[in-house]
């Protein structure tokens, strides 16, 4: 393996890695919250004791996505750093606010682990409230860090040199918006899906019935709603590419030639060399359509982008596949979700719908990480779009090979550790949190 | 003017982390050297003591990296290059100590096996951390970094692996478990265990006094004017001799056994006036480079808008985290209800 694709893949494998652990850090605190509230309000024990099984899953994840989001802002230098050298001063105003953010989250979720017995409840409470949107912002404004190498903006880049650093322009680039929501959406409709999932299946195993229906609810509402909204903001962010960054939109569809009554392929096997895809199934006139809002108006194919710049065609566009067929499969269960529930149906004592969510569970998280691969990997072979080569901003080290090794075997043995605890955590629920508590 | 604000937030970032990471740290190095029979008592105090701050002490270490890579690219970017080895120890024993102290208190089946593992990573990475953060300080300032190098062993391995630098780490780690001893002492009640910490405190301080006289030692060796650093200017000089001062202190007041408060005070005193002292000889330098050339805070800082953001920033969410912080260690010296 040679070093350029040893960086490459290190960073791939840890943004992977953090991105699972910072969704569910972000968004548990949220449901924690909401649980904590209802108990509060109705003093029921099953509330209280959802709130402290999850606030250990959360600590659990926050420990994990902080250590692995420690790593990131060291291997941002460690694997990129002429990239750097360059980019630190013009995208750090994000990366600056994101570290008040995690520092205010970090002492807020002390405050609420801790804080049982010793804080006043409504004090707690707002504890939990501040780690949920502390955690959000970060969310946002490390998506808006990202959003800036695929849109660069806040500078101009005049014979090799940076000049005009505008920080606060750089943060509110064009793509910040739309990339920050698709973000935020993802990760509420990830972490709900997975979460209801985990519930349904100990109620479909009959366990804890009373426990479990009420943690299954809070996740699902906002699982769902997410799920529902989803597909209208990748919209809005497949518009947004289109414009900023046609090759990448291309390599999504794998749309070789430029034409009129543009089609949307869906499925098939991009053939690079040959430029076409095989086996796909092609709606004319739809990808015009999602684009420029009207069947007819042309969209740029690759043909228009010099083979040197080009992104990868097949990977981003099996992953373009995967994320929007779950994006929809999502959509579809949201949707009847809401249908049964408007019908007031008593759906969890039914094992087909709870099998639906069980065999759910991972479906947003896998989504999650396709929707990466297609923003990361449809930007090559840019690290800054248009501006810089990934290939310039790699580190002069050789051996990255060995790092990238061992960083593999470390996250697998993290994750290994996170499920196996998690299974104790359930595991344990039963002796913790059924017992008649008073 | 900003460039300086940003260069007192690094500096005092990389203070506090010392001081609150170091303890921190440290209470996993004694864990480390605790007999058997102890072990179970000493982890109880340190879980009342660290838990609730622990994962707030990290985020220093975050600022810092987050103020030199938007604010000194270059000089983040060259460390990163060639320190990269240390700081990937450093980083694996940030991973191992976190995610270990965690899961051992949020597992939810606490069975001696398990614990024992945990406790097992958790300590041997509280020693690798700050042995390799020492590494990495002593490394920057021991001018063994050398851009012309040609082959890996020069330009990656020596750079870091000499014996300035190592003996640095050494130190560091000292210190770390000083501190971590003498916070302990401030905070648990039982006349027996304050004993026990203080004997852990005046033992942890011998050995940073050897490793400290390595340091010198070593210094010597890799040609580092260690002695000229910090005799050669008035403030460093006084800084030294304040250590020494309040190090006296503290050894009368822990004899008398008189307000554990004031030990806390005057071990954090300590340690900040050696990182004044080696600081301020130093500055604006913040790598020095084997030819003698070196990477001044004052030269190599990004453009003026950036840091002026950075400055507006960092102050702005001072504003934030103070207050919120000190409610944090106000909330968890009240007692449980
Ligand atoms: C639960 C996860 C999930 C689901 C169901 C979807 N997405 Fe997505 N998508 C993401 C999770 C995601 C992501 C991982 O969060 C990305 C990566 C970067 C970003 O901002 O969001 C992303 C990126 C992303 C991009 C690239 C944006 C860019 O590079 O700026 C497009 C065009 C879409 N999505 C479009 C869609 C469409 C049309 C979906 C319809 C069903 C969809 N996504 C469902
Ligand atoms: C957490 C979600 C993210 C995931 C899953 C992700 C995924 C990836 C992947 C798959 C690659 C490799 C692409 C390739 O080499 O073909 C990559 C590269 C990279 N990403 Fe991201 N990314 C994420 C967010 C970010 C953010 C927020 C930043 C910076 C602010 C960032 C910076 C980079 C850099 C510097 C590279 C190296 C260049 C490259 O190899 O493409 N990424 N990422
Ligand atoms: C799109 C990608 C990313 C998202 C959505 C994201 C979000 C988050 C969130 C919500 C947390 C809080 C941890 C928790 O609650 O479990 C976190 C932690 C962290 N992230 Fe990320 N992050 C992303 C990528 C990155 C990148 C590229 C970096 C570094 C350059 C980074 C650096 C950090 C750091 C340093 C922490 C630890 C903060 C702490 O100790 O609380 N993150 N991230």
């Not at chain 1, 086996?279 to 359509?289: A, C, K, M, R, T």
């Amino acid at each position: 393996m040679d070093d350029f694709l040893a960086a490459r893949s290190q960073m791939a494998l840890s943004l992977g890695f953090h991105i699972i652990y910072s969704c569910i850090g972000m968004v548990m605190p949220v449901f924690m919250a909401i649980s904590h509230y209802k108990w509060i309000k109705t003093q029921d024990p099953v509330y209280k004791n959802i709130t402290i099984a999850w606030s250990k899953g959360v600590a659990i994840f926050f420990a994990t996505g902080a250590v692995s989001g420690t790593m990131l802002s060291f291997e941002l230098g460690l694997l990129w750093p002429g990239f750097m050298k360059h980019a630190g001063p013009i995208f750090g105003m994000p990366f600056s606010l994101e570290g008040v953010a995690f520092f205010i989250e970090a002492i807020a979720l002390g405050l609420f682990l801790y804080g049982w017995n010793r804080l006043n409840n409504w004090v707690h409470w707002t504890a939990g409230i501040i780690v949920g949107v502390s955690g959000v912002a970060s969310g946002i404004l490390v998506v808006s860090a990202n959003s800036w190498m695929n849109s660069p903006s806040g500078f101009d880049f005049v014979n090799g040199q940076y000049i005009n650093i505008d920080p606060v322009k750089a943060m509110f680039n064009k793509a910040w918006f739309t990339e920050s929501l698709h973000m935020i959406i993802a990760a509420f409709s990830a972490t709900g899906f997975a979460v209801a999932g985990i519930h349904a299946l100990m109620i479909y195993r009959k366990k804890n019935i009373a426990f479990h229906t009420k943690a299954f609810k809070i996740a699902i509402i906002f699982g769902a709603a997410a799920a529902i909204l989803q597909p209208f903001s990748g919209d809005l962010s497949a518009k947004n590419a289109a414009k900023r960054q046609p090759a990448k939109l291309a390599a999504m569809e794998a749309y070789f030639h430029t034409r009129e009554y543009a089609p949307l392929v869906i499925g098939g096997i991009p053939d690079t060399a040959a430029k076409k895809v095989n086996y796909g199934l092609e709606i004319p006139g739809l990808l015009s359509f999602l684009v420029h809002d009207n069947f007819k108006t042309p969209v740029n194919g690759l043909d228009k982008i010099p083979v040197k710049n080009q992104p990868p065609v097949a990977v981003t566009h099996y992953a373009f596949q995967i994320m929007v067929g779950i994006g929809v499969l999502m959509m579809l269960i949201g949707i009847i979700y809401f249908y049964e529930l408007w019908k007031k149906k008593d759906l969890l004592s039914k094992p087909w719908f709870l099998k639906t969510f069980i065999w759910a569970t991972p479906l947003g998280f896998i989504a999650l990480e396709a929707g990466w691969t297609v923003t990361e990997v449809g930007r090559q072979p840019w690290i800054i779009q248009g501006v810089m080569r990934t290939s310039e901003a790699v580190t002069p080290m050789p051996g990255i090979q060995y790092s990238f090794y061992l960083f593999s075997f470390i996250y697998f043995t993290l994750s290994v550790a996170v499920i196996f605890l998690l299974k104790r955590q359930i595991q344990m629920v039963p002796e913790l949190y059924d017992r008649k508590t008073a | 003017m900003m460039l300086y604000i940003v260069i007192l937030f690094l500096f005092a970032a990389i203070t506090l982390y010392f001081l609150l990471g170091g303890a921190d740290f440290g209470a996993g190095i004694i864990e480390l050297f605790t007999s058997t029979d102890n072990k179970h008592r000493t982890r109880k105090i340190m879980y009342q003591a660290i838990g609730p701050i622990w994962e707030a002490n990290h985020m220093w270490l975050i600022i810092t990296v987050v103020v030199l890579f938007v604010g000194f690219p270059v000089i983040y970017s060259e460390m990163c290059i060639y320190l990269h080895i240390p700081l990937l120890v450093m980083l694996l024993g940030v991973i191992a100590r976190g995610t270990a102290f965690s899961f051992r208190n949020y597992d939810a089946i606490k069975d001696e096996k398990t614990q024992a593992f945990y406790t097992h990573i958790f300590v041997y990475s509280s020693f690798v951390t700050p042995l390799f953060l020492g590494i990495i300080a002593g490394s920057a300032l021991s001018g063994q970094i050398d851009p012309k190098a040609t082959d890996f062993v020069h330009a990656y391995i020596f750079s870091w692996f000499n014996w300035f630098s190592v003996s640095v780490g050494f130190f560091t780690v000292a210190l770390c478990g000083f501190l971590a001893a003498i916070y302990i002492v401030g905070e648990t009640e039982d006349v027996d265990e304050i004993k026990r910490y203080i004997r852990k405190a005046k033992i942890m301080n011998v050995a940073a006094v050897i490793c400290g006289s390595l340091v010198f030692l070593a210094s010597h060796f890799e040609h580092v004017h260690l002695a000229n650093w910090i005799f050669g200017n008035p403030v460093s000089l006084v800084a030294v001799i304040a250590a020494t001062i309040s190090l006296s202190v503290l050894y009368l007041i822990i004899s008398h056994r008189r307000n554990r408060q004031w030990i806390r005070v005057l071990a954090a005193f300590e340690v900040c006036m050696i990182l004044i002292s080696v600081g301020f000889s130093r500055f604006p330098r913040f790598v020095i480079f084997k030819d003698g050339s070196s990477m001044s805070l004052l030269a190599e800082h990004a453009n003026s808008n950036s840091i002026d953001d950075l400055g507006i920033g960092l102050m702005v969410g001072s504003l934030f985290i103070l207050p919120a912080l000190g409610y944090l260690y106000y909330a968890f010296k009240k007692k449980e209800r």
